[in-house]
């Protein structure tokens, strides 16, 4: 049943559609590279799962149709603003020797002694940078743009100096919302013509899922391919009403893997420790202790220096905005628990014991 399963993944390099206002609104502050000239800086912002990330390099990709535009995209999970600048270097079309370990001084100088044309730089998960000084450093840089893509816009906005922060106000604010049922069928019929033998899904079922998806396209497009890996598991023919029914659980869980995967080490073992107490999870000022007892253990293990309760806190919003881990109560109260326990982060770390 199943004959291309690549459409159905996060890299597959479908067309976007249903995101021509946010194109052209992205287009407009990129459209001065096209002369030369150093583009505008933006803030893509969105919940999980809605094409931010896609939709970014797919207009990259169209722009370049026209005139080759400098860019980098740079995932910034688990990364300082060091690693940042580093990649931001290393990423640059001229050929540069990197010294291992050079100052970031040093790094910076070399970025303005090489960028001469437009450069733009697509910060991915940019809330999860643990300061936002960089930005000041890079944004000095002339050519150099940034698009930076997080979850919360008020948020990540309250944590930039006033005047850097007026860059991406505004006009360079640009917001993906959740897409509506229509559209989701949308975008999954080329995948289920693509991705599925002819006649795999029955009239309705794509509607189905669109509605359960509740405009989340990565969770409706995994929602179809778990229900068409459930026909053939089952020996159906087409995907019957038992598979969809049963699909949206195993893709959930799936994308939450997916997820997790695609995390650095240290948001893993942020996650494990959640985990470790099980589904009535652990209160804030318990999972703080027993970090501080733990991390110079951990972070020996990750052969990295520890970082402060501060940038777990990070890690934990970062968490529950894929959907690991859920908290209740407020600050004095507040308990973590993981969504799915028996989702394991799969890291090669010994831990101490917790008590649940």
Known sequence: MIQNVWVFRDDYRADIIHRDTELEHLSRRLKPALVG??????????????GKTASSAYLLRQLNQSRSIGSATIECAGKTGYGVIYEALDCHRTTTAIQPNAPTRKLIRTLRKIVDEPYVLVLD????????????????????????????????????????????????????????????????????KRGLEVGSVRSGQLEWIAAEAEGEARFAIMSLLSAAELAEERGHDRIGESDID???????????????????????????????????????????????????????????????????????????????????????????????????PWIDIEMGTVTA
């Not at 959740?178 to 559209?183: A, L, P, Q, T």
């Not at 806190?313 to 628990?337: A, E, H, M, V």
């Open 37 to 50: 000239e150093e583009a505008a800086d933006a803030l893509i912002y969105g919940s999980s799962g809605v």
């Open 125 to 192: 998960e940019a809330d999860t940078l643990p300061n936002l000084e960089l930005l000041e450093e890079l944004l000095q840089i002339r050519g150099i743009s940034v698009l930076a893509i997080t979850h919360d816009n008020d948020g990540w906005l309250s944590r930039l100096p006033g005047d850097l922060a007026e860059r991406f106000r505004g006009d360079g604010e640009v917001h993906f919302g959740k897409y509506n049922d229509s559209e989701l069928v949308d975008i999954l019929e080329p995948r289920a």
């Open 246 to 344: 049963d699909s949206f659980a195993r893709a959930k869980r799936n994308v939450r893997e997916s997820n997790l995967r695609s995390l650095p080490p240290v948001y893993k073992v942020t996650y494990e420790l959640v985990r470790g107490y099980g589904p009535g999870g652990v209160k804030s000022t318990e999972l703080k202790e027993v970090y501080f007892e733990q991390r110079e253990e951990i972070f020996g293990q990750l052969d990295r220096d520890p970082v402060g309760w501060r940038s777990i806190r990070g890690y934990l919003s970062k968490l529950d905005d894929y959907g690991l881990i859920d908290s209740k109560g407020n600050t004095s109260d507040l308990r973590f628990w993981a969504t799915d326990p028996e989702i394991k």
